[in-house]
């Protein structure tokens, strides 16, 4: 019965260690793409909240996918600092 039990909290342990370690280790995958992210994964960037991507995901919808990283300035209330802050986490691709 030890045993098992040491096994599974080994085996959650090492889920959770490789959960939030996966952007470390994955390169690329773990960056943001604004064209297909949820707004509950855009909220995860730097300085945006929900109701800013809320409001991301909304632009998207209705202009289209955004062409390049800095397409996000033209989203109400994403600044330069925003970008800025960001930038390394996040693509269009």
């Known amino acids: 019965m030890k045993a098992t039990k040491r ?8 889920a959770m260690v490789m959960t939030f370690s996966a952007p470390l280790w994955a390169g ?9 992210a ?6 995860q960037l730097k300085g945006i909240g929900m109701k800013y991507a ?6 998207r919808d209705k202009n289209g996918p955004f062409k390049q990283v800095e397409d996000l300035l033209k989203v109400q209330g994403i600044g330069p600092k925003i970008l ?3 930038k390394d986490r996040i693509t269009v691709e």
Request: glycine share 4%.
């Open 7 to 14: 096994m599974m909290v080994l085996f959650v342990a090492l």
């Open 84 to 86: 800025e802050k960001n």
């Open 38 to 43: 949820t707004a509950t994964e855009i909220s």
């Open 28 to 36: 690329d995958a773990g960056k943001i793409n604004l064209n297909k």
């Open 54 to 59: 809320e409001r991301i995901v909304e632009f």
